[in-house]
């Protein structure tokens, strides 16, 4: 029996399992790479063949699977979806990121607008978007989180996709390429991320450009730095992860969290030849 009809037979038993022992090789490979030539500390921009893991670990998994590759790419086509998904994605992001300077204004504080031009802030959102971490839904939405909904509730494959997503991030965060803060907190700013994306994806049917952009947004900094004085809950907690951990509970009780969709259903795994029925673990 040849080595690849075994990967198959792998993938096939465990397709999330060889996803993940796959994004750990060639995460390996591209941050020794990085290491070797930048060493501990590169720069941000030199990350972005890293953001590309998830996508080519899915892709060579779907592969194995003698899935369909073309379909699997296919939900980058699916942008047809209600026009209220992306504003409601992308305003959750936008909101977020700036509830600071937002209650800020509310309550007569000092607000600046930070030095970055609106060229500048499209040009990183393109750059998310179309190179780097908005790639990454691919693997995280695109892939884990159709399968695992197979046996787990829609919750708890999307804690489970955040924290993989946060760990994934650990050689980043180490190199500092990157603004994400102290570690407990980014813990549970991608986790709650994780689920307001996994309620994106659930209810658009696998829309991925919903998800993408909402994930670009997420990256973007604010536009707006406050110089005054804020309530002291924001010396213990972020505005963000205030944000989305508010988001990401109503979602759970609005729309359930088997599912995170109020009709129940799910969408179909990408680019599966065979079409199995959908099971939960109640």
Known sequence: MSALVTLRERARRTPVGTFLAVLIVNSALVVTALYTVFGSDFPTLAAIPYAWTPMASAGVTVWLLDDSVRDWLGQLRNVRTGIHWYLA????????TDLESIVAVGLGVDVVAPAASIGQYLLFFAVTLFLAGALEELGWRGFMQPRLQQRFSALATSVA??????FWHVPLILADAGNFGAF????????ATSVILGWL????????????LTHAASNMAPFGEVTGELPVIFDVVSGNIIFYVACAALIVLYAGWKTLTKDGTLPDIPGRRTEKPLQHVD
């Open 184 to 191: 407990h907190e980014y813990v549970v700013m991608v986790v």
């Open 161 to 166: 996709i955040g924290l993989v997503w946060t």
């Open 89 to 96: 994605g992308i305003g959750i992001m936008l909101v977020a």
């Open 201 to 212: 994806y659930n209810n658009t049917r696998g829309a991925l450009p919903v998800v993408m």
